[in-house]
């Protein structure tokens, strides 16, 4: 009987953790116009529409691209839990003087955005700059209710 209740706490826990990761998914895709040239991860960005979609659920890479398909990059993140769900999807950046740099994704009705991980270049400019974040409406295309 003890076996059982550890190898039934040992699934819980399991399934617990399996979940965690989907919590900050995109079901689809999710877009947005940038205003003005921005960094994600170490890409340079023009101006312009952009998608955002996550190729392969099991990782924690998300790929941006321009509607043109002529900019793209793959960029880490992690899942930045929040205490309420959040009320609209966005994408947020974190400007350093005069640059911007991708900073979260956030869908709306989810408890957790998509934090970008920040680059090396990102990392340099928050030393030399206090940070400025802004946000920009985003809309995620595809999902289910």
């Known amino acids: ?5 550890k190898q039934f706490v040992l699934v819980g826990l399991l399934s617990v953790l399996y979940a965690i990761p989907t919590m900050a998914q ?7 116009d940038a205003p003005s ?3 994600a991860g170490n890409a340079k960005m023009p101006a312009g529409s952009y998608t955002v979609t996550q190729p392969n659920l099991d990782d ?3 790929l941006i691209e321009d509607a043109s398909g002529s900019h793209s990059v793959f960029v880490e ?6 205490n309420t769900p959040y009320p609209q999807t ?5 400007k350093y003087g005069t640059v911007d ?3 979260a994704i956030a869908i709306q009705g989810r408890n957790s955005a998509m934090q970008i991980l920040p680059s090396k270049a990102e990392q340099n400019a928050a030393k030399a700059a206090d940070t400025e974040k802004h946000s920009l409406s985003a809309r995620n295309i595809g999902e289910t209710k």
């Not at 993140?77 to 929040?82: D, G, L």
């Open 1 to 5: 009987m003890n076996t059982m209740k």
């Open 26 to 32: 995109i079901n689809n895709k999710v877009t947005f």
């Open 37 to 39: 040239a921005f960094y």
């Open 60 to 62: 924690n890479l998300l």
């Open 77 to 82: 993140y992690v899942v930045a839990p929040s």
């Open 90 to 94: 966005d994408v947020t950046f974190n």
């Open 101 to 103: 740099f991708l900073g």
